[in-house]
């Protein structure tokens, strides 16, 4: 199938995969792992810890922002996400603010804020964060009869009822932000993460608010009852059942990575939709119709003939392992259904009430998710996001930081 590779795009992901898509990744072994961690979390709900996975709250903060001390130069520095371009965009001062993010005048204007004020926590190794409000992004609005200090970096509007304790932290600090990654290493090029990193060390600072995202249940709301541990129980062994008789193909499916990188643009553009993948006909006719496209815009027909060569390959394996995919649809649908029962429980605990702003005002909505680490196997770290709550609003929504 690497035919398939000079036809359909191959992207490197970079960012946090869905649980879900663990299927499609890691085949077999990628939904095992993924049954383990939402074992492993419904044994903590229920008071039976395994301590294998830690649970972090996914804050809709934005942009992320990278802070400490550099590992070369010993001196302190704020980046984006251009820390890590082949060229580091590394900025000491606001001149080299200037000069890195002039294209993006809101997000330059952020980052000479983080550089003010940061610097004052000490940071001895670098922190990532996402940046949750800068003083003029504060704003005191009324909610259903309530007074409330928000603020808004993405999505999300977060909102403190006015006159506590936390909205008058917020309200005299420069700016807030939530850690949840740190980095370390000899050079930016070798630098390694690390989840849920420890910040109690951190010297406080009445300009800045921050947090990590360790999921908090100080009222111990988040449990499960017997009746759902059950559920939960029979839902696990109905899947792994699912998953034993698909294994073979579950592997050689999650081998072609090309097909699977566009099998996961399609989801999202369900997603997108307020949909989630259904049968396996709707994604050939997709491929077929993306390849044709593709191969109408050609110049030669020497070309035209090679790619539609690929393109017939391609749709006649789609083709002849259409009830196949169609059962690794169910079973995906299945890890999203418990994914699902355990984030609702989750949602159960809110320090920070979350709504969205509609055109009629504010809708109560849920946090944007959670993120399971799991600490038996390092580098497996998965989201927990309801998708078509939050995922088909943060496609759509105006990043106002970038403007």
Do not use: C
Not at 44 to 58: A, C, E, M, Q, Y
Not at 77 to 90: C, E, H, I, R, Y
Not at 201 to 230: I, P
Request: glycine share 6%; proline share 2%; hydrophobic share 40%.
């Amino acid at each position: 199938m690497k035919s398939f590779q000079i036809f359909l795009n191959e992207s490197k992901n970079v960012h946090m995969e869905h649980f879900e898509d663990s299927i499609l990744n890691l085949g077999y072994e990628g939904g095992e792992q993924a049954l383990e961690i939402i074992k492993s979390i419904a044994d903590d709900l229920i008071g039976h810890s395994r301590g294998r996975v830690n649970i972090t709250v996914k804050w809709d903060g934005a942009p992320a922002i990278f802070a400490g001390k550099h590992p070369e130069t010993g001196k302190f520095f704020v980046a984006s996400k251009g820390l890590f371009n082949k060229t580091p965009k590394v900025n000491y001062t606001n001149a080299d603010i200037d000069k890195n993010h002039s294209a993006a005048p809101g997000l330059a204007e952020k980052l000479k804020i983080a550089l003010k004020y940061m610097k004052k926590l000490g940071i001895d190794n670098i922190l990532q964060g996402d940046l949750m409000f800068t003083s003029s992004d504060l704003q005191e609005v009324e909610i259903d009869g309530t007074k409330y200090l928000t603020f808004q970096p993405n999505t999300i509007v977060y909102a403190i009822p006015v006159g506590s304790d936390l909205a008058k932290t917020i309200k005299s600090a420069k700016m807030g932000i939530v850690f949840h990654t740190v980095y370390r290493g000899n050079s930016i090029e070798n630098l390694k993460a690390s989840f849920n990193p420890q910040i109690s060390a951190l010297k406080r600072s009445r300009d800045v608010w921050f947090d990590d995202a360790t999921f908090k249940d100080v009222s111990g709301s988040a449990t499960f009852t017997k009746q759902e541990t059950t559920e939960i129980e029979n839902q696990i062994k109905q899947i792994r059942r699912k998953l034993n008789s698909s294994k073979s193909f579950l592997n050689s499916f999650a081998a072609q990575k090309d097909i699977v990188a566009e099998l996961k643009i399609f989801i999202n553009s369900k997603v997108r939709q307020g949909a989630l993948p259904g049968a396996a006909e709707e994604f050939i006719t997709y491929m077929n119709d993306k390849m044709q496209a593709s191969i109408n815009n050609l110049k030669t027909e020497k070309a035209k003939s090679r790619k539609m060569s690929v393109k017939d390959k391609l749709i006649s394996y789609l083709t002849k392992n259409k009830s196949k995919i169609d059962k690794a649809f169910v079973l995906y649908l299945d890890l999203i259904s418990l994914k699902i029962k355990i984030v609702r429980k989750l949602e159960t605990v809110k320090d920070i009430g979350t709504f969205v702003a509609t055109n009629d005002g504010y809708r109560v909505t849920a946090p944007e998710g959670f993120v399971a680490i799991d600490k038996f196997k390092k580098g497996t770290t998965l989201k927990l996001v309801d998708r078509l709550e939050f995922s088909k609003q943060n496609f759509t929504a105006a990043k106002n930081w970038t403007a």
